[in-house]
């Protein structure tokens, strides 16, 4: 994987710290050492996993593809990796994202614009767009992401591979810096449903660290991983068929569909008619969260500081035009006016009831039907640049996704199928909160 990271790395640019040789071939060494003395080794031992760049990584440069954060070494683990290393798997470098994990190309990164595997001139999605690609273009077997609105499950879709959103309180968020704290939650990329079980087993799990982490044991999701649903029932919400949704990502939605009926499932009709306000309430809601978590970024308690001198405020604002890219600005603008004195009613707190009745509408679903399926993404993977200067258009794509964040309900992303031009295709697959192990075996089903 060293070698493979480092010859796909100057096409695909997934890295914004590409594994430290040393560094993994020490790691890789411990593990041998505690086996030659016969002690008991992690489920993940010696397999190679990259991390988002906006999980903290003890004395390893974590930067959220910001210039804000470009020298920032944490002095601890976030949970995700400190579990990791606890499974004795082997961190293998930063991979590179829209910067605080707003965007959905990884072209909003400080950095560099991370190309998709399956054709370099397009996107590989995002935020976490590195992550899916080092999976997807075999830099590395498996990676964390995070997914606020869609940031595991979009990229995941487009790079063809498979990705999960766990319930909100399923893995905990210490050590992931904060976009929006009520929707953020840390998951898996793999290549297949079983590794992803696998990974879910070694991250999730309570911490006391993180205030809404929960308390539930933690299945054992490759055990069961096998075991088909018997009966299953699938809810197939007709919002997500609508306008906008690209005729052959449909028809390899439908096409999986049809394969989960000869394997025994029912189709049953839901509807989610809350599901058209999911994404304006998200723009409202992720921006307010986000402008209030990226307070502390001013130069003085954390972050890039300017070298121009001046007062207070003048450092204050001057150290957060230069630190913070235009996308990150643009949603702290949003944000700070959505929660401003005059607007919060209007705005923030009637995206709060908006929200609310989303998750309502799922709750509804779920007494009819075991998962609901549909599209990850309306188009499959677009050129680079073609949405760079349209925010709006951007913000389109994550009409699929955000909707599960918003619940708070666990959402995988898996391939099914290709459009003519060879683009992968990923369908999307929601569950009742706690419910990853069905979703893991329906999953399973169709793979
Ligand atoms: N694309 C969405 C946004 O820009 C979701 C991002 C995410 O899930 N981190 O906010």
New binding site residues.
């Given amino acids: 994987f060293l070698a493979s990271a480092a010859a796909r790395e100057p096409k695909l640019k997934s890295f914004t710290l590409p594994p430290d040789a040393d560094a993994v071939r020490a790691a890789a060494k411990a593990v041998d050492a505690k086996r030659a003395k016969g002690e008991p080794l992690g489920r993940l031992a010696g397999v190679p996993v990259a991390v988002k760049d906006v999980l903290c990584t003890k004395g390893v440069r974590t930067t959220c593809s910001s210039k804000m954060l470009a020298n920032f070494v944490p002095p601890y683990d976030a949970d995700a990796v400190e579990r990791l290393k606890g499974a004795d798997a082997i961190v293998f470098g930063k991979t590179n994202m829209d910067e605080f994990?707003?965007?959905?190309s990884t072209e909003n990164s400080a950095f560099q614009a991370t190309r998709n595997p399956w054709d370099v001139e397009r996107i590989p999605g995002?935020?976490s767009g590195g992550s899916a690609a080092v999976v997807a273009g075999c830099q590395a077997p498996l990676s964390l992401g995070?997914?606020?609105?869609?940031?595991i499950r979009q990229p995941a879709a487009l790079c063809g591979i498979v990705g999960l959103k766990p319930t909100y309180g399923r893995v905990s968020r210490y050590g992931l810096i904060a976009?929006a704290s009520s929707l953020d939650q840390v998951g898996p990329f793999t290549h297949d449903v079983t590794d992803c079980a696998l990974m879910m087993e070694a991250i999730a799990g309570h911490d006391a660290r993180d205030s809404t982490s929960v308390a539930e044991p933690v299945p054992h999701y490759t055990r069961t991983v096998n075991d088909p649903v018997k009966g299953l029932r699938i809810g197939v919400p007709k919002e997500f068929f609508g306008q906008g949704l690209d005729a052959e990502v449909e028809a390899a939605v439908r096409g999986a569909l049809k394969e989960y009926e000869k394997l025994g499932a029912t189709l049953v009709d839901v509807s989610l008619p809350h599901s058209p306000y999911a994404l304006a309430a998200y723009y409202i809601v992720?921006p307010a969260e986000a402008s209030s978590n990226l307070a502390r970024f001013d130069g003085m308690h954390y972050g890039h500081r300017t070298a121009t001198k001046g007062d207070l405020i003048a450092t204050y604002s001057k150290s957060r035009g230069e630190g913070f890219g235009p996308e990150v600005q643009r949603r702290i603008i949003l944000g700070t006016y959505v929660l401003s004195s005059g607007y919060k009613d209007a705005y923030y707190l009637k995206a709060l009831k908006v929200r609310r009745l989303v998750k309502k509408d799922f709750d509804e679903a779920f007494k009819t039907c075991d998962v609901v399926m549909g599209p990850t993404t309306p188009t499959a993977a677009f050129k680079a640049g073609e949405k760079s200067d349209d925010p709006l258009a951007l913000y389109l794509s994550?009409v699929y996704t955000v909707s599960c964040n918003l619940a708070g309900i666990p959402g995988l992303s898996m391939p099914c199928g290709f459009t003519t031009a060879g683009l992968p295709i990923g369908l999307q697959l929601l569950g009742a909160p706690f419910e990853e192990e069905k979703l893991l075996r329906v999953a399973r089903m169709y793979e």
Avoid: I
Avoid at 101 to 104: F, I, Q
Avoid at 146 to 151: A, F, I, K, V, W
């Fill in positions: 994990a707003m965007g959905s995002g935020s995070t997914d606020t609105g869609g940031s976009f992720a994550d």
